[in-house]
């Protein structure tokens, strides 16, 4: 009797979680300080932050589904998008945004790879714009020594017109 796929990743999903769970067991000082601590949490926060980090993963499937120009469903986008988030979060070198090339080359029909990739790069490109924009708001908020803010009055700038140039060979 053949076992269907998805009962063969939810046993390797249990697994690891086991082995991570007994590895960060095996690295605690204090278990008893631990216990207090889970005793001691307010779960509410737990809950809320649960829900917005789901909330966010629609979104960035959403968002690559949408780069893609629909290209995937919707649910195939958002389960290839979270496994490249497990593996760039198990192994170096942001490996994952090359799985996520990879299994989005291996549905029907196929996503070409350089189409992945671009989006993937575009989407980073998305990331570094949205920091940016935090970060020169918190700036704008704070009293800064002069030669931060001077570096920061450049690199703004920069990485804006770097992205426009992005834009307009995208559209070529």
Do not use: C
């Not at 998805?6 to 390797?12: E, H, I, K, P, Q």
């Not at 307010?42 to 629909?70: E, H, P, Q, T």
Request: glycine fraction near 6%; hydrophobic fraction near 60%.
């Amino acid at each position: 009797m053949k076992i269907p796929n998805y009962w063969r990743a939810g046993v390797l999903g249990i697994a690891a979680s086991l082995l991570a769970v007994i590895f960060i067991y095996s690295q605690m000082n204090d278990v008893g300080q631990m216990w207090s601590a889970l005793r001691s949490a307010d779960y509410g926060w737990v809950l809320i932050s649960m829900g917005i980090i789901v909330l966010g993963l629609f979104a960035r499937g959403a968002r690559w589904r949408a780069l893609l120009n629909g290209h995937l469903p919707f649910m195939r986008a958002f389960n290839i998008t979270n496994v490249s988030y497990l593996v760039n979060g198990v192994l170096p070198l942001r490996i994952g945004e090359l799985a996520r090339a990879y299994l989005a080359a291996q549905v029907r029909p196929p996503v070409p790879i350089m189409q992945s990739i671009s989006t993937i790069i575009v989407e980073r490109l998305v990331d570094v714009l949205s920091v940016l924009l935090i970060l020169a708001l918190a700036l704008a908020a704070v009293r800064l020594l002069d030669e931060l803010r001077g570096a920061a009055a450049f690199f703004a700038p920069a990485v804006v017109v770097g992205f426009i140039v992005l834009i307009i060979l995208a559209s070529q």
